[in-house]
């Protein structure tokens, strides 16, 4: 199991930037892929970005495309989510994951086992 907790979160304007973090412990952290979701009030859960355990592979969402970037240091055991040109409907907790099984990359959140106690993002406009 690895325990998972993000920071960074926070209220910004729309166009504004905002960098999200997520520290890792309690497992190999360069073996497992990660990824970032968010959930808005009334809303599922959903996919965000994910990136492969080296960091070679990386997934957005559509609406993310172009905006948001996915990276990790795995010599510092933690993921990060760059987000930029924000949007009011960018507003949602965020919560990082870590996938089930090593080596392996996926956007199902079912195939994610670990996750944080989520960071709220607020973009007014």
């Known amino acids: 199991q690895v325990q998972l907790v993000e920071s960074g979160g926070g209220l910004v304007q729309t166009g504004g930037s905002l960098r999200l973090s997520c520290a890792a412990s309690?497992?190999?952290?360069?073996?497992?892929?990660m990824g970032w979701f968010r959930q808005a009030p009334g809303k599922e859960r959903e996919f965000v970005a994910t990136?492969?355990?080296?960091?070679?592979?990386?997934y957005y969402r559509d609406s993310v495309k172009g905006r948001f970037t996915i990276s990790r240091d795995n010599a510092k055991n933690t993921l990060y989510l760059q987000m930029n040109s924000l949007k009011p409907e960018d507003t949602a907790v965020y919560y990082c994951?870590?996938?089930?099984?090593?080596?392996?990359?996926?956007?199902?959140?079912?195939?994610?086992?670990?996750w944080g106690q989520g960071t709220q993002v607020t973009v007014s406009s």
């Open positions: 994951a870590a996938c089930r099984r090593a080596r392996y990359v996926s956007y199902d959140v079912t195939d994610f086992g670990s």
């Open positions: 309690g497992r190999t952290f360069s073996s497992y892929g």
């Open positions: 990136i492969s355990w080296a960091g070679a592979s990386t």
